[in-house]
């Protein structure tokens, strides 16, 4: 029985030789995945870091371009009448942003245009007794229209 015990001893040995380098394998593996594990956990962080400040820097360049566009397309404030001529004829003024010219609106329609840097307009031929509504709306210097102002309503006196 002695071959018989020699060969069972390389296979033994063989056998466990073959399971250690498949624990060192599985060990190296499990070692390999920690460090996957690691840098993943850090690329995620890092990847919802990036995207939060991605998100609050197009949320300011939004806020920015709103901004810029408010300043390109002013609408006319302070819209007032400065004073009553005679019976029937008024002189509106209003404040300047920058604007190309205003198109002068009596009761919706257009009644005039009012080149920048002007601000200030008559309404003439008004029936005694009536009332009208007057608005402006800026025509801006790309050639765009802004929205009517809020309108200024006029009263005239009866004769």
């Not at 850090?42 to 998100?55: C, I, Y």
């Not at 901004?67 to 002189?91: H, M, T, Y």
């Not at 009536?130 to 102002?149: K, R, T």
């Amino acid at each position: 029985m002695g071959p018989t015990r020699s060969k069972d001893n390389r296979d033994e040995n063989s056998i466990l030789r073959r399971v250690m380098c498949l624990e060192d394998r599985v060990s190296a593996l499990a070692e390999e995945n920690e460090n996957l594990t690691r840098i993943n956990d850090e690329l995620s962080r890092l990847l919802v870091e990036m995207a939060d400040r991605f998100s609050k820097d197009v949320n300011v360049l939004k806020s920015e371009l709103e901004s810029v566009k408010a300043a390109q397309n002013p609408e006319p404030c302070n819209l007032r009448v400065a004073r009553e001529l005679d019976n029937g004829c008024f002189e509106i003024v209003w404040d300047l942003p920058m604007v190309k010219c205003y198109k002068v609106l009596t009761n919706g329609v257009e009644s005039g245009i009012v080149r920048a840097p002007n601000n200030a307009a008559r309404i003439s031929d008004v029936e005694s007794g009536v009332e009208i509504n007057v608005q402006l709306q800026a025509v801006h210097l790309d050639g765009s229209l802004g929205e009517p102002s809020e309108p200024l309503t006029i009263r005239t006196s009866p004769r």
